[in-house]
């Protein structure tokens, strides 16, 4: 009983953990910065300002002996055997193929989906300021940034999770200078990770390998010897 009680208590300790987010804060105005927080930790990962190791010279090559044709001794080629993927094709055929890989990619597909719904953008902040030289081309410009931008931050939106977002665009008549800055913090659960990964397994395991090794058995000798003779005949 006490043994089943520790067992318990050491998963429900790891389940907490696993359930405590990762935060990732990038920040980019002048240069890049990131760094990574975990309960009261933080690292900060850029910039680095680690001194750069001086590049150690390459020694010279030591002249590698050649052996005489006599001591190489050339070994036998194997025949090639045929794969799992072929045997599969032989005995399920197009359909069979196509229906694995669309399978597969379902599984794939549905992993990826729950791992971006995993994330939460808490702050998502860009601000950009237009610029071209000449007036009449920084509208133009100034144009084209408003129709590709703002189309993309309401497809993140739509399709990630948000909590505060906000996307400014200014153009710049005066100096005609082009800059932007960029905020973002993002979270992530890695019970929710590990999740999505467990589900998209047992999908491949069930849907894709058991059928691609039992569909993939090569025949018997003595069935081919029938095929083969059918095909003579």
Request: charged share 30%; net charge positive.
């Amino acid at each position: 009983m006490t043994a089943l009680l520790i067992i318990l208590g050491i998963i429900a300790f790891f389940i907490v953990l696993l359930s405590v987010k990762f935060v990732v804060t990038v920040h980019y105005e002048d240069e890049v910065e990131l760094s990574l927080g975990w309960l009261f930790l933080k690292f900060n990962i850029l910039p680095s300002h680690e001194k750069k190791k001086k590049p150690k010279k390459d020694k010279k090559p030591k002249e590698e002996k050649t052996k005489d044709q006599s001591e190489i001794i050339k070994e036998p080629k194997k025949k090639k055997q045929d794969n799992m993927f072929v045997r599969f094709y032989r005995n399920r055929g197009v359909e069979g193929v196509v229906q694995l890989l669309k399978d597969a990619a379902k599984a794939v597909g549905g992993m990826f989906k729950r791992i971006g719904r995993a994330f939460l953008f808490e702050e998502l902040y860009i601000s950009m300021t237009v610029g071209k030289g000449d007036s009449a081309q920084t509208a133009i410009k100034y144009g084209e940034t408003c129709s590709a931008a703002f189309p993309a931050m309401g497809l993140i939106v739509s399709t990630m999770r948000v909590k505060k977002y906000s996307l400014e665009i200014n153009p710049d008549f005066i100096y005609g200078k082009s800059n932007a800055k960029l905020h973002t913090k993002i979270s992530v659960r890695p019970i929710k990770l590990i999740n999505a990964v467990v589900v998209v397994a047992f999908e491949l395991l069930f849907k894709v390998v058991i059928k691609l090794l039992k569909h993939s058995k090569a025949p018997k000798p003595e069935v081919e010897k029938q095929v083969i003779n059918n095909t003579n005949s």
